[in-house]
Nanobody, 124 residues
Framework: QVQLVESGGGLVQAGGSLRLSCAAS????????MGWFRQAPEKEREFVSS????????FYADFVKGRFNISRDNAKNTVDLQMNNLRPEDTAVYYC?????????????????WGQGTQVTVSS
């Protein structure tokens, strides 16, 4: 059974940092892109960041560029999202997703598997 399990969410003050981790099991994901999305209350799920299968190329939504950093460890089947200088508007449930292909995409339809999400709350 394929599973993606996120961890590392929590409550942090504005300007603080959190590191999210996603552990994959059930199959290896070293040959597909991985991504992070988020969903705030009453809003659509939106793209945050993605990384190619090789880990050599990363992509970020404009609203997190310069603050967030995505990385992966294919040997451990994990992908992390380091979030710095957090803002109240970053408050959301963050989801890890495994892509269908090796190249990254910001489109939800390009991802096959999703985690249950981890809550990130940033207080002002």
């Amino acid at each position: 059974q394929v599973q993606l399990v996120e961890s590392g969410g929590g409550l942090v003050q504005a300007g603080g940092s959190l590191r999210l981790s996603c552990a994959a099991s059930g199959r290896t994901f070293g040959n597909v892109a991985m991504g992070w999305f988020r969903q705030a209350p009453e809003k659509e799920r939106e793209f945050v960041s993605s990384i190619t299968a090789s880990g050599l190329t990363t992509f970020y939504a404009d609203f997190v560029k310069g603050r967030f950093n995505i990385s992966r460890d294919n040997a451990k089947n994990t992908v992390d999202l380091q979030m710095n200088n957090l803002r109240p508007e970053d408050t959301a449930v963050y989801y890890c997703a495994a892509g269908k292909y090796s190249l990254s995409s910001g489109r939800k339809s390009q991802y096959d598997y999703w985690g249950q999400g981890t809550q990130v709350t940033v207080s002002s």
